[in-house]
């Protein structure tokens, strides 16, 4: 029983400490962290987005949470290494989780900030992603907003082993908004992944083709937000509002509801109405 009870003293100290350092380097970009017992003391790496922010001036808020880890979780001469995530931040759920809900605190709209968290992770080569975003979105009452893409586990051992989690809350004017991403990286291998090897001798020889023309893909055409000032009862400030909400083309709110657009802030329920009312005979005009 000494052996299990020290078991988990040290992993409940362990999630302690992990807490313990998200609050202290909030906003450095925690991505987790690492624990290993050496001869010389306690070795804690630790992954961040920005490692400025965790050493500090002359290494003072290092020392400063070295000492703190050493007093409050009694841990044995801590050794603190910082890790930068650079191109990998993209793919830790930690950072992009804290990511999504400082873009939320800044008065980001909630469906383009999750929209844009799952684009960002899918172009870093994720196999999947998963956001989660839960509280008072449009309104008084309590809703929860998912967005998926590629592939996904959910439960058993397949989901704890290739499923990267992250959490965060975004502390808004109604209320706490959850946030939570769940991805799955590009070096994950599911159970039923098989991959058969043919001889040479066997793969059947390729007939040279001569190239086709390529039709040439039409780009979608995207109108700037700041052009809605063009439209009738709708002035400068409420494009300005709109960029502040993260909107970059008219295009975008084609795809929000009328609660959507009543729900950012600054502007009203008329000028919602007269937005979604006239928007699409407005783009048809401006082309």
Known sequence: MTGER????ENTN????KEFLIKKIEGAGFGGMNIQRTPMGTRINILVERPGMVIGKGGSKIKELTE???TNFNVDNPQIEIEEAGSKASLNAQIMAEKLSEALERGWHFRRAGHSTVRRIMQSGAKGCQ??????LTGARHRTEKFTEGHVKYCGETARQVMDEG?????MKPGIIGVKVRIMKPDSKLPDEIKLKIPESEKPKE???EPKKEEKETEEKKTDIKKIKEMKGVGPAVAKKLEKAGFNSLEE???LDAEDVKAIEGIGNKTAENILKNLKKFLEEAE
């Not at 020290?6 to 003293?9: P, V």
């Open 6 to 9: 020290s078991f988990i003293r």
């Open 68 to 70: 703190q880890i050493k």
């Open 207 to 209: 007939e040279k083709k």
């Open 253 to 255: 709110l084609l795809e």
């Open 167 to 171: 959490y965060a809350a975004a502390k």
């Open 14 to 17: 362990r999630i302690l400490i």
């Open 131 to 136: 956001v989660i975003i839960a509280g008072k």
